[in-house]
């Protein structure tokens, strides 16, 4: 097996630009291609251990708008700049600021760590972090969005065992709630 990893935000079409299986984060359209779910993409808010010293933890939501939020994204969306959480059933959306968004996990989480303000991140990235205890879990009464997550491939190809077994190794490491 050979793997051509590219990680991005933008909508890919597989069969147009020859992949053959990917992660699709989000609702799916209807399309050509086969889809399994696998367990939601879950966002989790967590801060460091510095950071929340010197600015105090924040007990709602709304008390974001007292802190600096690292944001996901580019400058020209806004997306990053709600975040929505879940509260006894209602969703609230809240809007947040801060000095410091990126397109990058990996940069946005050394920002957390380092303690330059709050991040709103999914939970497979940010909890090996909280378990090592460079970041502490906030606003634990509040659930951060859950998407959807599938792997796809191209319904137009026969899948090949290495595919078989590749989507199958995915569905054991990401299986779905039931």
């Known amino acids: 097996m050979q793997i051509d990893l590219s990680l991005s935000d933008r909508f890919v079409d597989p ?3 020859g992949i053959e299986v990917m992660i699709r984060i989000g609702e799916l359209a209807d399309s050509s291609l086969i889809a399994r ?3 939601p993409y879950r966002l989790i808010t967590c801060a460091s251990p510095s950071y929340l010293s010197a600015r105090g933890l924040p007990e709602t939501p709304d008390d974001l708008a007292k802190h600096d939020c690292l944001m996901y994204g580019n400058g020209a969306s806004s997306i990053s700049c709600r975040w929505h959480f879940t509260h006894h059933g209602k969703v609230k959306e809240v809007p947040v600021n801060g000095r ?3 397109n990058d996990w990996k ?3 050394s920002a957390a760590t380092a303690g330059f303000g ?3 991140g999914p939970e ?3 909890e090996p972090e909280v378990k090592a205890g460079r970041l502490v879990r906030i606003l634990s009464d509040y659930e951060g ?3 959807p997550m599938h792997v796809v491939y191209p319904a137009s190809r026969k899948p090949t065992i290495k595919l ?3 989507v199958d190794a995915l569905m054991a490491e990401f299986r779905p709630e039931i």
């Open 124 to 126: 497979s990235i940010l």
């Open 100 to 102: 410091f968004r990126c």
């Open 15 to 17: 069969i147009e630009e």
């Open 107 to 109: 940069a946005l989480l």
């Open 118 to 120: 709050i991040t709103l």
């Open 164 to 166: 078989r077994s590749f």
């Open 145 to 147: 969005p859950a998407r």
């Open 37 to 39: 779910a696998l367990a």
